[in-house]
């Protein structure tokens, strides 16, 4: 039977000689390799039949599906991040260089949208197999979440070997990929950072591939290596002088969208969506600066701006009887920050507002990029009475089974599959049994982006708890929505928050 073993990491320790022969190559080149750097993977399993046994440090077997990703087979975020530090030591110790590289689909959110969830899996097992087939087998192709790819490049030491990597990879992925009949072209975007040279720790040099990667995508540059100006660039756009700035004069505000029941079309919520009206560029959506606040590590404040004046403007609509759920999105960041929880707690003592009337609203693509860390702050948020719920739910790869480990109060269903949920009949039986398996786990199920009524009516037909949308209200001060609130006549009883179910 053939055999390799290797270590947490995946290095490979030892191959008997049946492992040696069916994989065609000498023991100098398998030891020291990574597994799957050898081994071609469908999905999850391995396509040979080929035993890996993983060891811990004390020999003990791991399980190794914790650290790959499901669709690709590729080893996931976590392993990646551990193959890296591992890397820096030994790059430490014997005064080596190496490149870490961050690479991202360009436009992958439109061929998930017009194409579908199952050709855009389609593509990023296809890119998978790719950069793999691509690179040596003492290099790690990871896949760190959404269209993310991510490699570490052993002895790649300067400019002149990225290059040469780069002119194998990008040939490679931009064959054209026959989806169902459409043939779909595969671009991307890659940053590379070079140890030592652009960090000597890991979480650096990490952090600033994928800064480069933003600035390869801003200049439609396909691949750059990390320069000082991307780390200013973002830092004075978003992050540093300009967003406090913005928040010092008063030139963010918040939209309310309403959230309606959808059996009786009572408002029970809303949520709040920041927008930044810009001197000089006018009003500019959250999806202009946002990402750039997140990298900037600016966001934070931003969220705390934005929870501060939604826990106001809900303290005055419960003062005139007009009692509301708000709905506030959080960023990873926020939740990496060690006393969010707290500092939570302490802003809705300050404004008396009960925990329940907060939802926080996390997207299933952020939940999924590190579970291990968010999973705790989750529970003891929802220990302290928030709301939960999983926004984009569909979209970022969580499997359906994995709700049940979640303490989450709510799940929301991405605009992506509501859009044409009237006629489309894959989008049809996602939906419906996301909220057969939502209510049977006690949650309640929000759908976003309704923009017409056939599919509202399918959503009453499934027994869709809320749903929000153009149709149904689009985003608007505060007082335009206390002015709807009055307006709808039952609205104004006391007591009429929606009932969590769980
Ligand atoms: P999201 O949380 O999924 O918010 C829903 C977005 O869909 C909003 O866009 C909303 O205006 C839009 N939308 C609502 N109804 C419809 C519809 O019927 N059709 C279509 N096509 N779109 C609809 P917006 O305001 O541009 O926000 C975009 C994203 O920015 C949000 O997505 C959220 O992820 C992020 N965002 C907004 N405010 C904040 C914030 O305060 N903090 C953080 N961290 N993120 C925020
Ligand atoms: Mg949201
Ligand atoms: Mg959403």
Redesign the pocket.
Known sequence: MPVLVSDRLGNVLAANEAALRLLGRPENEVVGAVVDGLIPHQGASPAVPLVVEMREGDGEPTDQRALRDDLTGLPNRRLFQDRLAYLVELARRRQDSFAVCVLDLDRFREVNNTLGYRSGDVILRLVGDRLRETLRASDTVARLGGDEFALLLPGCEDQQDVATVANKIFPALQAPVDVGGREVDVQASMGVALYPHDGDSAEVVLSRAELAMQGAREEAAGYTLFRRHHESAAATFAGGTHLRRAIARDELF??Y?PQLQVADGVVVAA?????WRHPQRGLL???AF?PL??QTGQ?HG??L??LRH?LTHARSLSRRGLGLTI?????IR?LQQPNFAAALGELATEFATPPEQLKL?I?EGTLMRQPELIIPVLHRLRQMGFGLSI??FGTGYASLAYLKQLPVTEV?I??AF??HLATDADDEVIVRSTIDLAHRLGLLVVA????DRRALLKLRERGCDLA????????VPPATLAARLRRTSRSSLPGRRQTARS
């Open positions: 918040l939209a969208q949520e709040a969506l920041v927008r959506p959250p999806g946002i606040a997140e966001i931003l969220t701006w934005v939604a709905a506030v999105n959080l960023s926020d609203e997207t926004d984009d929301k991405s605009e509501i859009e976003e982006g309704v923009r929000q949308g153009y149709l149904l209200g689009r985003p």
